[in-house]
């Protein structure tokens, strides 16, 4: 099994950067499709990136791509969500989560963070 604990949430600007981290536990960490989802206030959990076990791969959702970029170091059973040029909407609870699954209907995970908020003021 994988824990996954977040850091690096916090109030922003719009138009500013923030970088998320998640730190995983166990030595299983490199073989685990990582992402990241959101939730925020009065919607559904969304998916927003994930990146594959040697990070040579990653996906984003519409939403965030070409601001959001996410990243891993698997030396340091960590991966990373530098957020860019943020906007209000992007206020949420952000989760870290492992063993991530795409389709084309739905995305899931194995395992999930606690989350972390960001909050950008509008």
């Known amino acids: 099994q994988v824990q996954l604990v977040e850091s690096g949430g916090g109030k922003v600007q719009a138009g500013g950067s923030l970088r998320l981290s998640c730190a995983a536990s166990?030595?299983?960490?490199?073989?685990?499709?990582m992402g990241w989802f959101r939730q925020a206030p009065g919607k559904e959990r969304e998916f927003i990136t994930d990146?594959?076990?040697?990070?040579?791969?990653?996906a984003y959702a519409d939403s965030v791509k070409g601001r959001f970029t996410i990243s891993r170091d698997n030396a340091k059973n960590t991966v990373y969500l530098q957020m860019n040029s943020l906007k209000p909407e992007d206020t949420a609870v952000y989760y870290c989560a492992a063993g991530v699954v795409t389709t084309t209907s739905e995305s899931s995970a194995k395992y999930w963070g606690k989350g972390t908020l960001v909050t950008v003021p509008s």
């Open positions: 990146i594959s076990a040697s990070g040579d791969s990653t």
């Open positions: 166990g030595r299983t960490f490199s073989s685990y499709v």
